[in-house]
């Protein structure tokens, strides 16, 4: 059962039936250093219920496994009123595939199979995390606890932008995207298509340091906004639906009859190595992998090995790295966000950051491709930590990776 939110940085707990809990009720303009996690009291959960029925719809088959749901049904929501808004907001999403790669498996050496999230909603995984934020939303408008639709906000200019917009756009809720001023046209296009405001973000004068646009999304957060965003400490909830990409992972393997040793996660800002390593657990060894030109995590990995309890340091472990630089470009947050969950996960199941040398992730980009994916170098970057580490996996080690992001 979930029981609210704790912040991983200060403990202050939530109780799950309280609306927009986005983030800890502590962090303030000077202390932003706090971040809510999912509190589970047990983890029983009935999810063979005849309710939910289409087993092939992840946010059905977990439903009752998830935050919004458990909030929507703490304050009076029916399940099959929580059954009909997954279908209105979430009925095209599927358990996408997980297979063994031949080829890639006889490259690396080792088992690999591949969850590929290429064919998910606006064509990566981005809009499992930021579902349930409007599924919660959306809740929260029907039990008349939000009298007024204040604007959703993101700051992206990539998957998680345009699963913003796509999504934003089935409730027609307005929807603000601020964007570094070099974003690609293809993306702007297709924001432009999908109705979201856009907003190019130059540095101003008197701006402190850090990505313009994620200052200008925090400004518009602070005059009312919704984060509507990939980033744990902006909005926890996007943590509650990355979590089903776990879950759908751990019943492939068992469906299949494996047994996975290992999953190697690419990381920007964290969210996504959080979830699956939350949903994975312990018994599945949960490495990293960032880019030679852009690795805060690694670093921060590094630092940490000095103190006790690093979550009580944010700003002296995680430090937003100098000048991002890869081709696999939508991993260039300068800082990790979620750092302090990628961190448990690795600790718990005796994982570790790897950094990808620039000529593995151009080598798992080609590789991906040659092997059917139609992958983007971002989402074929967990490939490049397998090659990375490749001599140190056994021959009957089996890895999962993720692909994700089609190439636009
Ligand atoms: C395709 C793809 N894979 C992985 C990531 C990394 O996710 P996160 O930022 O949650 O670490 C992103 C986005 O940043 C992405 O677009
Ligand atoms: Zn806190």
Not at 273 to 294: F, H, P, S
Request: overall charge negative.
């Amino acid at each position: 059962m979930i029981a609210g939110w704790r912040c991983a940085v200060c403990g202050t707990t939530v109780d799950i039936a309280q609306p927009f809990a986005w983030r800890c009720p502590r962090a303030t303009a000077d202390d932003p250093y706090h971040v809510l996690h999912v509190l589970e009291v047990d983890a029983g959960y009935d999810l063979t219920d005849d309710l939910h029925g289409d087993a092939s719809n992840p946010f059905l088959r977990y439903g009752p496994r998830l935050a919004w749901w458990a909030f929507a049904r703490a304050n009076g929501m029916t399940s099959d009123a929580c059954v009909a808004l997954t279908r209105e907001l979430a009925g095209d999403f599927t358990v996408t595939p997980f297979d063994r790669s031949d080829p890639l498996s006889r490259e690396v050496g080792a088992d690999v199979w591949v969850k590929d999230e290429t064919g998910n909603v606006a064509g990566s995984h981005k809009a499992r995390h930021l579902v349930t934020i409007l599924l919660h939303l959306r809740a929260a408008e029907l039990l008349k606890m939000l009298k007024k639709r204040p604007p959703l906000a993101i700051a992206s200019c990539g998957n998680a932008a345009i699963a913003a917009a796509t999504l934003a756009a089935r409730l027609e809720w307005p929807l603000d995207v601020y964007v570094p001023t070099w974003m690609d046209d293809v993306v702007g296009d297709r924001l432009g298509e999908l109705g979201a405001r856009i907003h190019r973000c130059e540095r101003r004068s008197g701006d402190p340091a850090g990505d313009p646009a994620m200052l200008r999304f925090r400004e518009a957060r602070d005059r009312g906004a919704i984060p509507f965003t990939v980033q744990g400490p902006e909005n926890a909830s996007c943590l509650d639906g990355g979590r089903t990409l776990g879950w759908e992972i751990a019943d492939q393997a068992a469906a299949a009859g494996i047994g996975l040793d290992r999953a190697v996660v690419q990381v920007g800002g964290g969210a996504l190595a959080a979830c699956v390593g939350d949903a994975l657990g312990r018994t599945v060894r949960l490495d990293t992998v960032q880019a030679e030109g852009c690795a805060p995590l690694a670093d921060a990995w590094d630092r940490a090995t000095a103190v006790d309890q690093p979550h009580r340091y944010w700003s002296q472990v995680m430090k937003p790295w100098p000048e991002p630089r890869s081709a696999a470009d939508g991993i260039l947050d300068d800082e990790t966000y979620d750092w302090i969950a990628d961190f448990r996960a690795m600790v718990e199941s005796g994982g570790r950051p790897v950094v990808a040398a620039e000529s593995d992730i151009v080598r798992a980009h080609e590789l991906a491709r040659a092997a059917g994916y139609d992958v983007s170098a971002t989402g074929s970057a967990g490939l490049a930590g397998v090659l990375t580490i490749a001599d140190r996996l056994h021959a009957h080690e089996r890895v999962a990776v993720i692909m994700s992001g089609v190439e636009r």
